[in-house]
């Protein structure tokens, strides 16, 4: 179903969007109800210039000067559609949550100085008064030149999926606003608890890395991979999915999927075996192995077959390596990215799959994340 994006032709191309959720022209009558199972266009409309408003008001509580921020939202309200009493609650403590993250950011020497957060409403389905909105948010920010060798602009996708209830006088309230991605937060996504589980794991061990930011920056020596075309190619397909690949974001996230398809477009090497042996690394037509696609796999056979080596540090990381972690410090790695650019005064940023993100900075991924643990490894 094609996407509708909010501020520009809006109404045009949301009605045929929203085709299968509109009654019919002979019960017109009904839709003037939320509860009898279906919204008109511009209820929908509303629906996704609230969301737009929702993320826009996140995003502009990290900026360095959100007063002049890159663009006004609309209103966290409408004519029929509005935040419910509990979800203003959530959005007033989710703004005190990123306002302690930018200052976080701050201290680790990051800031925006503008932003773009755009909507996207992908479906919409009404039954029995509750409407559910799934929602892709693409948003730009750009980096306030502290160091001046900051690139311009960081950004990532996400998907969320939003909940609306109608009320007895014929209006809705936004109830819950969740992302579906897997993987670190957005920036602008407040953290929530995550529970750990337990989980055994096997040799070879990853060592974690310290996050503080030494005093002197290690310089990445020359290796035999072409670290420029892991980049290139990362920062090619972060966005816009490479088609001659499998995407893996319904079966567990893409993340490490992504990071092998960078990998071999450096010049890493298929090593053939059992597709459940972590001592295989290969993709075919059909299937792969496990290690090329499970973070807990890939760090073991990298560092069994010696295609990388830890570090004792994530600021050590250059172009081309790879960063991963353990959210919840239960064991099991979480996700994986890669280092597609490094600032001359030794900052790696991160660009990587699900949420779909481009050059975020290890310290952003730090300020939201202070207490998972964190895995480098040297390509």
């Not at 993340?255 to 071999?264: I, M, R």
């Not at 295609?307 to 081309?320: C, D, E, I, S």
């Amino acid at each position: 179903m094609k996407s509708t994006t909010f501020r520009s032709a809006v109404g045009a191309v949301l009605t045929a969007a929203l085709s299968a959720v509109v009654l019919p022209a002979s019960a017109a009558s009904a839709a003037e109800s939320p509860v009898a199972g279906t919204v008109d266009t511009a209820t929908a409309q509303s629906f996704g210039r609230l969301a737009d408003a929702v993320l826009t008001q996140r995003t502009a509580a990290l900026l360095d000067n959100n007063k002049q921020s890159a663009r006004r939202a609309a209103p966290l309200a409408e004519k029929n559609v509005r935040l419910s009493a509990g979800q203003t609650r959530t959005e007033d403590t989710a703004l005190s949550t990123l306002r302690t993250r930018k200052a976080r950011l701050a201290a680790l020497g990051e800031a925006y100085t503008s932003a773009d957060t755009r909507v996207a409403v992908d479906r919409v389905r009404v039954e029995a008064g509750h409407a559910t909105v799934q929602a892709t948010e693409t948003t730009t920010l750009a980096y306030k030149k502290i160091r001046g060798d900051e690139p311009a602009t960081t950004g990532f996708q996400a998907h969320h999926r939003l909940s609306f209830a109608a009320t007895a006088d014929g209006q809705w309230q936004l109830t819950g606003l969740t992302s579906t991605d897997d993987g670190p937060l957005a920036i602008n996504e407040p953290a929530t608890a995550r529970v750990a589980t337990a989980r055994t794991t096997a040799l070879p061990e990853a060592k974690p890395a310290a996050i503080s930011k030494p005093s002197q920056p290690q310089t990445k020596p020359a290796g035999s991979y072409d670290y420029a075309a892991m980049a290139s190619y990362a920062e090619k397909y972060w966005q816009n999915y490479n088609p001659a690949y499998r995407k893996f974001n319904e079966a567990g996230g893409d993340c490490t999927n992504f990071v092998s398809q960078s990998l071999k477009a450096g010049g890493w090497a298929n090593k053939s075996g059992d597709a459940e042996d972590y001592r295989s690394w290969w993709y075919d037509t059909s299937y792969q192995s496990t290690s090329w696609v499970g973070a807990n796999e890939w760090s073991w056979f990298t560092l069994d077959a010696k295609r990388a080596t830890n570090l004792a540090n994530v600021y050590y990381m250059g172009v081309g390596d790879v960063m991963q972690m353990d959210f919840d410090k239960d064991g099991s790695k979480d996700h994986t990215m890669i280092v597609t650019y490094r600032s001359s005064s030794g900052v790696p940023y991160m660009t990587y799959h699900s949420v779909n993100t481009y050059r975020k900075s290890v310290a952003s991924i730090i300020a939201s994340y202070p207490n998972s643990l964190y895995y480098a490894y040297r390509t």
